[in-house]
T-cell receptor, first 115, second 118 residues
Framework: KAGVTQTPRYLIKTRGQQVTLSCSPISGHRSVSWYQQTPGQGLQFLFE???????NKGNFPGRFSGRQFSNSRSEMNVSTLELGDSALYLC??????????????FGSGTQLSVL | AQSVAQPEDQVNVAEGNPLTVKCTYSVSGNPYLFWYVQYPNRGLQFLLKYITGDNLVKGSYGFEAEFNKSQTSFHLKKPSALVSDSALYFCAVRDPLYSGGGADGLTFGKGTHLIIQP
């Protein structure tokens, strides 16, 4: 089985622009979640989608949004980019959230640099 | 609410020596506990988990972790460290009675850099 695929791998944008990141989960996985990773804050949860519905949301401003398609692929969008949005954005997938034996499978991430 | 703490930003160990990466947690119910590892320029990989049962859990790459309910700890251990173990390690907790938190209800610690010196 192919792993979690995130595109693009690297992205450079300027302040004020917007960006869209893509995540394809492992085949058969219906849950996709997004994390922002920075050296100072560690992993911060953005949002989680299951069967095209947002199941959970972290404490991020409305500039951060996401969606999930019927094939479980997910996108996240950040509008009006700020310097502080520079981070590694990680996507993770799992089969069914909430099950006691579930574990997350992570992609390699998209490294976003905002200049 | 639930939380997890990794009190050490960095742990240095000589190759061949035993290693311990510390993790403490706070939940209102019985916790589900996880360890993940991140190698440079990669996503996180699952190492092991504790759900219930034996307090000593064995995982990938020779790692194990001990659940201690009275000390609310879940320290990661390995008897003999390898240089290839050098990576960033994350502890995570989920309270099955708590519907908030992160993805699948998981809350991650800030991570501990493990450096194994040859």
């Amino acid at each position: 089985k192919a792993g979690v695929t995130q595109t693009p791998r690297y992205l450079i944008k300027t302040r004020g622009q917007q960006v869209t990141l893509s995540c394809s989960p492992i085949s058969g996985h219906r849950s996709v979640s997004w994390y922002q990773q920075t050296p100072g804050q560690g992993l911060q949860f953005l949002f989680e989608y299951f069967s095209e519905t947002q199941r959970n949301k972290g404490n991020f401003p409305g500039r951060f949004s996401g969606r999930q398609f019927s094939n479980s692929r997910s996108e996240m969008n950040v509008s009006t980019l700020e310097l502080g949005d520079s981070a590694l954005y990680l996507c993770a997938s799992s089969e069914t959230p909430g099950a006691s034996n579930e574990k997350l499978f992570f992609g390699s991430g998209t490294q976003l640099s905002v200049l | 609410a639930q939380s997890v703490a990794q009190p050490e930003d960095q742990v240095n160990v000589a190759e061949g020596n035993p290693l311990t990466v510390k993790c403490t947690y706070s939940v209102s119910g019985n916790p589900y506990l996880f360890w993940y590892v991140q190698y440079p320029n990669r996503g996180l990989q699952f190492l092991l988990k504790y759900i219930t049962g034996d307090n000593l859990v064995k995982g990938s790459y020779g790692f194990e972790a001990e659940f201690n309910k009275s000390q609310t700890s879940f320290h990661l251990k390995k008897p003999s460290a390898l240089v290839s173990d050098s990576a960033l390690y994350f502890c995570a907790v989920r309270d099955p009675l708590y519907s908030g938190g992160g993805a699948d209800g998981l809350t991650f610690g800030k991570g501990t850099h493990l450096i194994i010196q040859p």
